[in-house]
């Protein structure tokens, strides 16, 4: 059976999760706080972030996008139909090396910043203006079905939009507004967010049946 060292919270997590749940299996779920990481999990990646997936073979996944692209791989090329699965990667790999800086300063502001919360939020707004264009066009960011790209970004502006939640709504970006709530209220996302207590080492961990029945809604497949 697969492993999951996964923190409920968290957006990567959250991203790890969601390519997951496209598929028919089953999952030994690990939930962990980031304030106490278990030793279990440190063996096999040091680097002690989450995601962690152990495949049933045993192959160690730590990085949320190779974790989704994995998943994706066992899938469906559908998840990839617009731009192919590298044009997506480097998309969603810029975004991760310049909106969630931006995102961590506004969300997590500190006395001692050099500028106010706001000074970030605004950086941040170029990459929600470029957002909301693609989605003047079509139900998802690259076309009319949900694609990798929309699975990784979605939990970052998920975040992003809960720092301020009735500023983000009342902005001039109405099918960002529109797209978000959409992933809100679906199952593809609130399947993945069960609540599970703290894992115990030595404990078999919460058992986890994914199911590809949200794949067929959101692919046309």
């Not at 993945?192 to 067929?216: C, F, L, P």
């Amino acid at each position: 059976m697969h492993t999951l060292y996964s923190f409920r919270r968290c957006p990567y997590a959250m991203r790890g999760r969601m390519a997951l749940s496209l598929l028919d299996t089953q999952i030994e779920v690990r939930e962990i706080l980031l304030r106490d990481k278990p030793a279990a999990m440190l063996a096999v990646s040091p680097k002690g972030t989450v995601p962690v997936f152990i495949t049933a073979e045993g192959q160690v996944i730590d990085e949320s996008l190779d974790l989704v692209i994995w998943a994706i791989a066992e899938n469906s090329p559908q998840w990839t139909k617009y731009g192919g699965l590298a044009a997506q990667k480097i998309y969603i790999e810029k975004f991760d090396q310049e909106f969630k800086p931006l995102l961590d300063a506004y969300k997590y502001d500190r006395r001692n910043a050099e500028h106010p919360a706001s000074y970030y939020r605004d950086l941040a707004l170029p990459w929600l203006d470029e957002l909301e264009q693609c989605l003047q066009k079509h139900n998802y960011l690259l076309g009319d079905i949900a694609q990798m790209q929309d699975i990784a970004l979605m939990p970052f502006i998920r975040q992003f939009a809960f720092v301020d939640k009735q500023w983000f709504d009342t902005q001039p970006r109405p099918n960002l507004v529109r797209w978000l709530e959409a992933w809100l209220n679906n199952d593809l996302f609130t399947s993945i967010m069960t609540k599970y207590d703290q894992w115990e080492e030595g404990t078999r961990g919460e058992i986890w049946r994914t199911s590809a029945d949200h794949r067929s809604k959101l692919t046309g497949e």
